[in-house]
Structures are given as structure tokens and as C-alpha cells.
């Protein structure tokens, strides 16, 4: 039943990263990897925002740590294509593109989490 539970949310979570990166893109266009910056900042702000709840709801059950932030969460953000979006902006000549988008990805991503668990700690409080 835990493997159904991580592959729900995952379903759910690879869903809504295609559907916020394509009406991103479509939106803002491919010159800057946009789509994928704002998925992993938000993805960083859900995890930080559903950890909090959810530890300080232990009686929940721990089906829900499997389906949000494994599943869903784990679905959701994308590091692998952070990684990659950024070396071929720097194998194309675009070292500023890719500066912009490590650091600016490294430091939203860190506030973001602190955010989503402020966020997390008024729902719990």
C-alpha cells in the first residue's frame, strides 16, 4: 500500500510540473529556463510548508508523507534538470544566463523553504 501511496502523489506531482512548466514557457518562452526555476522554488516552498504540517501532526496518517512530499513533492521538482538547463546555457556562451540561474535558484529555493515553513508553523500554531 506504500508504494500506491508515493506513486499517487507522484502521479499527481509529475502532472502539475508539466502543466506549470508548459503554461510557464508558453507564457515567458525558453530563453531563460523559467519553468523549471519556478517549479523547483515552489517545489521548495511545498516541502518546507508540508513537512511542517506534517510533523507537527504525527497522528496523521503516514500515508500522507508518502503521497505529498515523496510522491507529489519528489515528483514535482526537478534537480536533475536544474543541473542540466544550467551547464548548456554555460556549454552555449550564456555564463551569465548560467550564473543567474544557479544562484538565483540556490538562494529562492533556501527562502522559499524557510517561507513554506513559517507558512506551515501559523497553520499548526
Known amino acids: 500500500m506504500k508504494y500506491l501511496w508515493v506513486a ?5 506531482g509529475a ?3 508539466y502543466t506549470v512548466g508548459v503554461w510557464i514557457y508558453e507564457r515567458l518562452g525558453t530563453r531563460f ?6 517549479i523547483n522554488v515552489t517545489g ?12 507537527a501532526h504525527m497522528d496523521l496518517s503516514p500515508a500522507w508523507r508518502l503521497a505529498i512530499p515523496t510522491g507529489f513533492i519528489g ?5 536533475s534538470t536544474f543541473e542540466y538547463e544550467t551547464l548548456r546555457a554555460a556549454q ?15 538562494a529562492l529555493g533556501i ?3 524557510w ?11
Open 8 to 12: 499517487l502523489g507522484g502521479a499527481l
Open 15 to 17: 502532472l502539475a510540473r
Open 33 to 38: 529556463p523559467y519553468g523549471t526555476f519556478a
Open 44 to 55: 521548495c516552498f511545498l516541502i518546507g510548508l508540508a513537512l511542517t504540517v506534517l510533523d
Open 75 to 79: 515528483a514535482y521538482t526537478t534537480f
Open 92 to 106: 552555449h556562451g550564456q555564463m551569465g544566463t548560467a550564473v543567474l540561474y544557479f544562484g538565483s535558484s540556490l
Open 111 to 113: 527562502l522559499a523553504v
Open 115 to 125: 517561507l513554506g515553513m513559517v507558512v506551515g508553523n501559523r497553520i499548526v500554531a
